[in-house]
């Protein structure tokens, strides 16, 4: 058998797409802030100079959308009107409306046809966990997403200085017949700048100060393959370059493609929609089992109908990487985890303002307290769950 080549790609908090879904999140957390109980669906749209804010919103916050937009704007970096979108000058148009009674009654206890709290949607939802990197992530997109947070704080403390907001990066990783990570094949970097710097600085700067920094070097070797700034230029960016939306990095947002997704983005999203908080979980399950080396790779699905509590079905894929076959694997999960919409949102503690930082920095595979689905505290359940000493 041959090597395999896998890529994965990342987009940093100033790619026009996340500066929606950056504000969506900041607009979840204005109202969780006030009123943990706030129902919110925020979409955003983000174009030259504009900004528009639509979505279904219930709750006694008091919020201005406004300066929500703004701040969050500002905190990213868009604070210069020559880029063509900055958070003092852009416009900001508001369309918000309340949630639905038809979707409100089947998420609030007692309101439906049934008493418990159901989800928040039909729908599946999908986990995953491999054990290529310390974070139990894939290892192609956590090193697509450490070279722009690298880029972020080689801009923010201007140690380079022509570097701007918007940036993308793509890493291919080789993997042996075995299907273990063996060098980093290609490197992509597309990152905005200021108009004076020459392309061959740019190429440096991003190759020793960034790339070499985050990716250590026994993956990268003389055949390793760098692509930075391939058009040339990229002056023009962010969202006076290509328009933004909410939702559309879901890719982005999870495992890089090496897992399955079931659709649903999760920015600007209360935990009562299960696309966001049942994929927390899905990864907080996939990850304990690869944590307690009952497999080596684990993706986990679950699904749901909109009003009903308890999961129509939970499975589990291992890749013949399982000590157990899969099904008793998925048959010992709902003896260790209460998949109940409202179970998880108090397991996982989801009530809370925490959201801005997962739509830039990334929703799994961070080491931060805030991100209680990161957690490995119930391998010994799962084990003696399955029987495995």
Known sequence: MKNKLFTSEAVSMGHPDKVADQISDGVLDAV???DPRGRVACETLCTTGLVVIAGEITTSAELNFTDIARQTIADIGYTDPTLGFSADS?????????QSPDISQGVTAGQGLHKEQGAGDQGMMFGYACNETPELMPMPIMHARRILNELA???FTKRIPWLRPDSKSQVTIEYDAKNRPVRVHTVVVSTQHDPSVKHAKIAKDVIDKVVRKVIPARLL?????FHINPTGRFVIGGPHGDSGLTGRKIIVDTYGGSGRHGGGAFSGKDPSKVDRSAAYMMRYIA????AAKIAARCEVQVAYA?????PISVSVDTFGTGVLDDVRIAASIEK????RPAAIISDLKLLRPIYVKTARYGHFGINDPDYTWEKTDKTAALRKALGLK
């Open 287 to 290: 990850k304990n089992i690869v």
């Open 336 to 339: 260790v985890f209460d998949l």
């Open 306 to 310: 909109i009003g009903v509590a308890r």
């Open 153 to 155: 704080r080689q801009r």
């Open 221 to 225: 070797d003389r055949n390793t393959i």
């Open 90 to 98: 852009c416009g900001i148009v508001v369309a918000v409306k309340g």
């Open 32 to 34: 969780l802030k006030q």
